[in-house]
């Protein structure tokens, strides 16, 4: 069974600063890798995911994430957050013909006015 | 177009009651599935319903039990009640392999 590693659990950094957020996870065939994002107070959404095709995927809101296959991460990135970019990450994976991910334990990111 | 709409936002229970929690997924959508979000962890898979039947199901006891409707609403049951069980519980509808949650039912049994 697969397993996601999110190695930082608690993120604090002042408006402008970059972000990345790391996730692993242990599976040895074709996977499917998600983003998703939850703001004080509301569902859970997703950011953005990588099928197949251009390892570096953009999502909404100015976030990224790069596939690196032979380190088996998933890494999201932002060269400048905001304020409003407040929220739990989690990073979640599923192998590819199945339809269930298995989600990460998230990281808390708190950005300082 | 409505989102998924789950109900009760909030509910109380004591240790071995039972409880029913509900879901309507997004116009269209045929598959819902359910989570099950500890404090400070992330979603774990309870199972999922596609065309009135359990198609997969995590490693959850025969505790937590579900139904899926014609109209593919949902249920999740859970009886005898554990301290335990306090969680948020989410549900998700999918298109493909894309879910689309809701925003939770957090239960607190006491």
């Known amino acids: 069974a697969q397993s996601v590693s999110q190695h930082n659990h608690h993120v604090i950094l002042s408006e402008a600063a970059s972000l990345e957020l790391g996730c692993n996870y242990s599976y040895g065939g074709t996977v499917n890798l998600f983003w998703y994002v939850q703001y004080p107070g509301q569902h859970l959404q997703l950011l953005l995911k990588?099928?197949?095709?251009?390892?570096l995927v953009k999502g909404i809101k100015g976030f990224e994430a790069e596939f690196i296959k032979s380190k088996f991460s998933f890494n999201l990135r932002k060269p400048s957050v905001q304020w409003s970019d407040t929220a739990e990450y989690f990073c979640?994976?599923?192998?590819?013909?199945?339809?269930?991910?298995?989600f990460g334990r998230g990281t808390s990111l708190i950005v300082h006015p | 177009d409505a989102g998924v709409t789950q109900s009760p936002t909030h509910l109380i229970k004591t240790r071995g009651q039972q409880v029913t929690l509900r879901c309507s997924p997004k116009?269209?959508?045929?598959?819902v599935s359910w989570y099950q979000q500890a404090l400070g962890q992330g979603p774990q898979f309870i199972f999922q319903?596609?065309?009135?039947?359990?198609?997969q199901r995590g490693n959850f006891p025969d505790r937590f039990s579900g139904h899926q409707f014609p109209n593919y609403s949902s249920e999740l049951n859970v009886n005898a009640l554990l301290l335990g069980d306090s969680a948020l519980y989410l549900c998700?509808?999918?298109?493909?392999?894309?879910?689309?949650f809701g925003p939770g039912t957090r239960l607190t049994v006491l």
């Open positions: 979640a994976v599923n192998a590819a013909g199945s339809y269930i991910p298995t």
């Open positions: 990588y099928f197949s095709g251009d390892p």
């Open positions: 998700a509808s999918t298109v493909g392999i894309e879910q689309f």
């Open positions: 319903y596609y065309e009135e039947e359990e198609r």
């Open positions: 116009s269209g959508h045929d598959t």
